[in-house]
């Protein structure tokens, strides 16, 4: 069992910058960073596996940057320009197996979620 906690979330304005946090009870191969938007389903954002090699959603691609501190067992998500479009709950995830895809129903443990909100 993994334990996911989000923090960091907030409203700031477009063009803006948050850097989201996960605390995490042990890291899986896989761990990722997901978002559901009201009316929208969740949408992979960013993942990292345990080789440190990262994958991104073309929206957030150049402005976003997840990584991970071993030692905190945190994993962080770094999101620079930000746009109303971004708004939406914001999601740490875990994977035990592969591949490491951005696919929600393959992530086996989820946080409760940490709202960012971009206004315009």
């Known amino acids: 069992q993994v334990q996911l906690v989000e923090s960091g979330g907030g409203s700031v304005q477009a063009g803006g910058s948050l850097t989201l946090s996960c605390a995490a009870s042990g890291f899986t191969y896989c761990m990722g960073w997901f978002r559901q938007a009201p009316g929208k389903e969740r949408e992979g954002v960013a993942s990292i596996v345990d080789t440190g090699r990262t994958n991104y959603a073309d929206s957030v691609q150049g402005r976003f940057t997840i990584s991970k501190d071993n030692a905190k067992s945190t994993l962080l998500l770094q999101m620079n320009n930000l746009e109303p479009e971004d708004t939406a709950i914001y999601y740490c995830?875990?994977?035990?197996?592969?591949?490491?895809?951005?696919?929600?129903?393959?992530?086996?443990?989820w946080g409760q979620g940490t709202q960012v909100t971009v206004s315009s």
């Open positions: 995830a875990a994977r035990r197996g592969v591949p490491c895809s951005l696919v929600a129903g393959r992530f086996n443990y």
